[in-house]
């Protein structure tokens, strides 16, 4: 078992307080049966887009899934409109913590739910850790 599961940030220390697609950057960490591994930082494609698209616009969806290419799930303490369309690529797992550290800890402490939930394909729910 390997995933990569991306956690949205404007910091790098935070999850966004707002819709995860609208985080600035995307904390990506690897979660195998050694632990949990920090990978990379990557940039929101979103933000070099037109900012005047509404919430729930499958063009923003489209842009921030660009980012996420290879991504196996998606951590933000909210998602929008978009989540249905999301929901198709990526595991979308809402978190209801403050820091990424906490929220791997987290994570990682559920994966047999994260693994259960990627196993369903498109037809995957959401998933919320308290």
């Known amino acids: 078992m390997e995933l990569l599961i991306a ?3 404007d910091d790098g220390k935070s999850l966004k307080r707002d819709h995860v697609g609208m985080s600035r950057y995307f904390s990506v960490h690897r979660f ?3 632990g949990e591994e920090f990978v ?11 900012e005047s698209i509404k919430h729930g616009d499958p063009e923003k969806s489209r842009a921030t899934s660009s980012a996420l290419k290879g991504i196996d799930g998606l951590v933000g303490m ?3 409109p978009n989540l249905p369309r999301l929901l198709k690529k990526f595991v979308c797992i809402v978190v209801r913590r403050e820091t990424i550290d906490d929220a791997v800890k987290l994570v990682g402490a559920n994966m047999d739910r994260v693994l259960e939930e990627s196993e369903k394909g ?5 998933l919320i850790f308290k």
């Open 40 to 50: 990379e930082r990557r940039e929101n494609a979103k933000y070099q887009g037109d």
């Open 78 to 80: 909210r998602f929008g």
């Open 32 to 34: 195998s049966e050694d």
């Open 7 to 9: 956690f949205g940030t």
């Open 122 to 126: 498109e037809s995957r729910g959401h």
